[in-house]
């Protein structure tokens, strides 16, 4: 945290006592099938919908996903220990279960959302090389 040099640094839920008090602190919506449009809420199971709820609330139209992967551990830098390295695979079908929802959701709002991961799981989101957006750039 000490080295980001990004305007805004957000966390879901309260976060590590670690966190200086200049984080953004969101919280979860209790519906996850469709993206939240409150700005103190976030919505979906997971770090993946919620950076992607974060980022429609920025006012994103286009959002890539990368390592959006739900196929085995978490990735983080050691530097805070995860309570679950390893999820259960009952957490990723709970997970997936509600993307086709959240993706329907996201059309409607003129969202459109593509996975860069070649072997994502959440197929709902259309895959697309992450070099095609860099090309654009």
């Known amino acids: 945290l000490a080295q980001f040099a990004g305007k805004y640094t957000v966390v879901r839920g309260k ?3 670690i966190f200086p008090d200049h984080v953004k602190r969101v919280g979860r919506t209790l519906e996850h099938t469709r ?3 409150d700005p ?3 919505a979906g199971y997971d770090s993946g919908t919620s ?3 974060l980022a429609m609330l920025f006012g994103a ?3 890539v996903a990368l390592g959006y992967d739900m196929t085995g551990g ?3 830098n050691g530097e805070l220990s995860h309570f679950m390295p390893r999820p259960k695979e009952s957490d990723f079908t709970t997970h997936l279960s509600v993307l086709a929802d959240l993706a329907r959701d996201a059309e409607r709002k003129g969202v459109k959302i593509y996975n860069a991961s070649p072997m994502s799981r959440a197929t709902v989101f259309p895959y697309r090389p992450l070099g095609e957006f860099l090309r654009a750039a």
């Open 51 to 53: 950076a992607t709820n």
């Open 74 to 76: 978490r990735w983080f």
């Open 15 to 17: 976060g590590h006592p």
């Open 40 to 42: 103190t809420k976030v």
């Open 61 to 63: 139209t286009e959002i």
């Open 35 to 37: 993206w939240s449009d």
